[in-house]
């Protein structure tokens, strides 16, 4: 760990004060909008759905034009920027479209500097340190995501805010993020004679890619079509008689598991290899969506919760690990983009349909069904060979 540049150390930290931001807002969002706001769970499957889609759409095209003009750092200064901009429209929101719009804004944001950070994470970074480094900022965004919680549940119990007075505090922390990545980050140079477009959306820009690349978009569609989003899971825990003091505990149990397992997950994968992390990531997925689906109780909630945040350790960085590895090095702004619209497609099919589900059929059925497509990302990933490290 002490040897990872320290471009990995400032990523980390703004990675952790902007999902410090995000937790402390996305705690309590979901309960803000139904229960507030009146909206049903259907409607908050679609806005889940579409802000989901606009996340990894955006990353297609920050991580083109990174590629293109080489400029990792303005882009995700850029994203960074719209997410903390879009922030203080949380509590002024009077109605649902309202949380939307802001929601959207945010998730645009998310989209345009995820392509271009883990680009420049690779960029600064030896392919054998790869998963850790990988491993270290996700570690740090997740230490970010448990701590946000936390405070949230603080405000709400001992100082008695509400929920709009939370979202306020929540704006704070994103500010702090923008700093740290203006002044704490160098772009490396790069040692080109000419600079030139490098990448569009063409046939050819796919071709480039890859076999090996492919193999890995398509065993993370299944993985991602899986995932079930965390709105969904504070909705199981309201719904099993959890109150909204302890509700953002949903958040720190699972970002807590994320965060002490994250950065040892990638560092697994420079050691073992890709694929092993990955497949027990897989089946720490379908356990989580196994209990949370039959488990009716609240320390079987707990234990569903823990699982889903195993998964997450060991599919975050492992996912960027074998992107970074299977891509050229001048396409991999491309590659993470791709990544984000593979994942944009899984995320806005799985939201929608789970809102529908759940009004329909209930939250059982929901989190069953998403057990058995993890068991079959499982399947397919048994299948795939890791691509070699480069």
């Not at 909206?39 to 095209?61: D, M, R």
């Not at 939201?351 to 059929?361: I, M, N, R, V």
Request: charged share 15%; with cysteine; glycine share 10%.
């Amino acid at each position: 760990m002490k040897n990872l540049p320290r471009g990995v150390w400032m990523l980390g930290l703004v990675s952790l004060f902007m999902d410090m931001s995000s937790e402390m807002a996305h705690a309590v969002l979901p309960l803000f909008v139904v229960g507030t706001l009146g909206a049903s769970v259907a409607v908050l499957g679609f806005l889940e759905a579409l802000a989901g889609a606009f996340t990894h759409f955006s990353k297609l095209y920050s991580g083109l034009i990174s590629d293109r003009f080489e400029n990792r750092k303005g882009l995700a200064l850029l994203g960074y920027g719209l997410a903390a901009l879009s922030k203080p429209f949380f509590p002024l929101a009077q109605a649902p479209w309202m949380v939307f719009a802001a929601r959207i804004s945010d998730r645009i944001g998310k989209g345009i500097r995820g392509a271009p950070r883990d680009a420049l994470v690779a960029d600064i970074t030896t392919p054998e340190q790869r998963g850790a480094a990988y491993g270290l900022r996700q570690s740090m965004d997740s230490f970010g995501a448990f701590a946000g919680p936390l405070i949230a549940v603080a405000l709400v119990g001992l100082y008695a805010f509400d929920v709009r007075g939370l979202l306020w505090v929540a704006c704070l922390p994103a500010l702090v993020c923008v700093g740290v990545l203006a002044l704490g980050v160098e772009e490396p140079a790069r040692h080109t004679a000419q600079k030139k477009p490098r990448a569009d959306l063409s046939m050819a820009t796919a071709r480039a890619l890859g076999g090996p690349f492919w193999r890995v978009m398509a065993v993370a569609a299944a993985l991602l079509v899986a995932r079930i989003s965390d709105a969904f899971l504070v909705l199981r825990a309201s719904e099993l008689g959890l109150s909204l003091m302890f509700i953002p505990l949903v958040l720190v149990v699972m970002n807590g598991v994320d965060t002490l397992t994250s950065y040892p997950s990638g560092w697994l994968s420079d050691h073992v290899g890709r694929k092993l992390p990955l497949l027990l990531s897989l089946v720490a997925l379908a356990a989580s969506m196994g209990v949370l689906a039959f488990g009716a109780t609240l320390p079987l909630l707990w234990l569903g919760l823990g699982l889903f945040g195993l998964h997450m350790a060991l599919s975050q960085s492992v996912l960027s690990s074998l992107v970074a590895d299977a891509a050229p090095k001048d396409l991999r702004g491309s590659a993470f983009g791709m990544l984000g619209l593979v994942s944009g497609l899984a995320t806005f099919a799985t939201s929608l349909l789970a809102g529908l589900a759940w009004d329909k059929w209930g939250a059982a059925t929901v989190f069953a069904a998403a057990a058995a497509v993890a068991v079959l990302a499982l399947l397919a990933g048994l299948m795939i060979k890791a691509p070699a490290k480069a």
